[in-house]
């Protein structure tokens, strides 16, 4: 695309098309306009009508809000209910019984299906299997699972029983996976033998043994394997059965247990500012609420559609528009175990004909690749594929550039297809600010404005508002139902992090940079405020990468990691290092930090290897010994330095640290 048509691009304003309107849930501006009206008027009326309208109670609440302990605010605190109930009991007895609820393809192409009811008996069975393991409502429960129907039944399953479940993405390193495991207290591991991915096998129980043996994990009594593969696994007698074993003998009948609305459905790790990932706790009511009410409200989720969301459950978006989402409202929903580009890089767009996708949800990390791609081998472009059963295209995880926003419109939603660009974080539990497909009028590159209820703003540090045009912190002024609850097990880490001080200790604050236009007042997020970055639409928190090179003693003596922007991942990870030798150069400098890389993978994950790893004799300092990041973003992004220097005590290494490897 050229630069001048990516300038126009950013005023273009593309209105929903009347086929999108029409019969939409929120149909049109109007329609839009009356509930953030209601919301308005009357707060807590607004959120106990819809959570009575969209949630399945065993007990009725009689209290919406609580803000007697703000921030640690409740909702619906004196009601019951169960999570998986409000999933697949609520089905049964209606048409939606029969109904596919999950149709799953695998890494090698093959699919399955499986209707609601027949994934209620499943997760009855296995709810069961994990209630004779003696897991009981309360426990945590880690799972560290493929892209499959059973991780989805898992977590469904430990909903069933109350206990709460903590998902850790399967690449993540077996160190990552010790530290979840000690610090949520799990009693057990729900895991596969391998998981297949691109055609190769790839261990998941090996880590999880690794991960156990680095010690610590002194709650721990159970694991459960699940064979994906043929291929054996050590199991350790008394403590691991694989689900057949776990299974045998147990009922498909399985009582949901009710619990209180504020009880924790799950805890999702995330990473923060500081080295340590914080164990985000959702509650069981809101969270519920806010996955079927944006099912409706952002994918006007139709009895006939399709739902394809591409995230893997071991993030925030597989949990809310995965696990619980699409079930709760009674979709089928597509589940795919591999990768966007094995065999090739048409496989989404392929799947999208194949299965009759209507509403397809994925991340602009994954577009820009499949850009790419396409634009090298004609074979793979999405044209070679009749999508026409597409309705809603739907964008997440980073800010989306309009050159890929405008490529996705064109060449995947045939120009006919509204683009969902939602903004939403582990914390918000599902979407806060995004277009709604039959109303919002869209502008590429913006999530345009907050869901009814959710009462978004640009402040600045004082918490004052900044007028439109203008850049600031996003923040949310009031609660909403499926916000983060509390940090699992540091309550002052949760208000410290989200609820600052200077701005009254009980607006929510995001982390994100936003600036609202001067025309319409639409949101475009600018990116983090913080130490997080965001590569591939994966957080990462660059102490926590920090950390992990200096835990590499014998090597490195300081490292300091800052983020760059990337065409085809967003942010990159840059890293400047130290290390206890002589600045290495050549090969040899080359050699050192494959092995930091490789040392990364193992501490965190393959994710947050360094791209740019450069070697210096020390870091850029002020005299009073604090590393000045800001230089070390203008290095990584290439450019000349600009800023002041004169505090900085060794000017001569910037020059080292430019140099390329
Ligand atoms: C970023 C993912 C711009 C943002 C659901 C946020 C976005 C972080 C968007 C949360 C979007 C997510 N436009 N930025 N539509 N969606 N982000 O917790 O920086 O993995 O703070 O949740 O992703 O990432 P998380």
Known sequence: MSAIESVLVENRVFPPPAAAVQGARISG??????????????????????????????????????????????WFDDGELNASANCLDKHIGTPTENKTAIIFEADDGAVTSITYKELLARVGQFANALKAQGIQKGDRVIIYMPMTVEGVIAMQACARIGATHSVVFGGFSAKALNER??????????????????????????????GIAMGGCTTLRSVLVFM???????????????????????SSDCAPVPVGAEHPLFILYTSGSTGKPKGVQHATGGYLLWAKLTMDWTFDIKP???????????????????????LAAGATQLIFEGVPTWPHAGR???????????????????????????????????KNWNLSSLRILGSVGEPINPEAWM??????????????????????????????????????????????????????????????????????KRPWPSMIRTIWGDPERFKKSYFPEEMGGTIYLAGDGAVRSED???????GRIDDVLNVSGHRLGTMEIESALVSKTDLVAEAAVVGRPDDLTGEAVCAFVVLKRSRPTGEEAKQIANELRNWVAKEI?????????????????????KIMRRLLRSIAKGEAITQDTSTLENPAILEQLAEKL
Not at 52 to 67: G, I
Not at 305 to 315: E, L, M, P, Q
Not at 449 to 459: N, R
Not at 608 to 625: C, E, M, Q
Request: glycine residues 10%.
């Open 29 to 74: 501006m109007e329609a839009y306009n009356a509930l953030c009206d209601e919301a308005g008027k009357d707060f807590n009326g607004f959120w106990a009508r819809l959570a009575r309208e969209n949630v399945v109670w065993n007990k009725p609440f009689t209290r919406t809000l609580d803000e007697s302990n703000a921030p640690f605010y409740k």
């Open 181 to 210: 495991i000690i610090d949520a207290g799990a009693v057990a591991v729900i895991t596969a033998n391998f998981q297949m991915r691109g055609g190769k096998e790839l261990p998941l129980k090996a880590i999880v043994d690794d």
């Open 228 to 250: 994906r593969t043929p291929t054996a696994c050590a199991m350790v007698a008394g403590r691991d059965k694989t689900f057949d074993e776990a299974l045998q003998g147990q």
């Open 304 to 326: 006939a559609d399709v739902f394809w969301c591409t995230a893997d459950i071991g993030w925030i978006t597989g949990h809310t528009y995965v696990a619980y989402g699409p």
């Open 348 to 382: 989404f767009w392929q799947m999208i004909e194949k299965h009759q996708v209507t509403v397809f949800y994925t991340a602009p990390t994954a577009i820009r690749s499949l850009i790419k791609a396409a634009e090298t081998d004609e074979k793979v472009h999405p």
């Open 407 to 476: 490529w996705y419109h064109r060449n995947v939603g045939g120009e006919r297809c509204p683009i969902v660009d939602t903004f939403w974080q582990t914390e918000t539990g599902g979407h806060v600010i995004t277009p709604l497909p039959g109303a919002t009028p869209l502008v590429p590159g913006s999530c345009t404005l907050p869901l009814p209820g959710i009462m978004a703003a640009i402040v600045d540090e004082t918490g004052k508002d900044i007028p439109n045009g203008s850049g600031g912190m996003l923040v949310i």
């Open 520 to 526: 319409r007042g639409y949101f475009r997020i600018t």
């Open 605 to 625: 994950g393959p994710i947050a290897k360094p791209k740019d790893i450069r070697f210096g004799d020390n870091l850029p300092k002020t005299r009073s010994g």
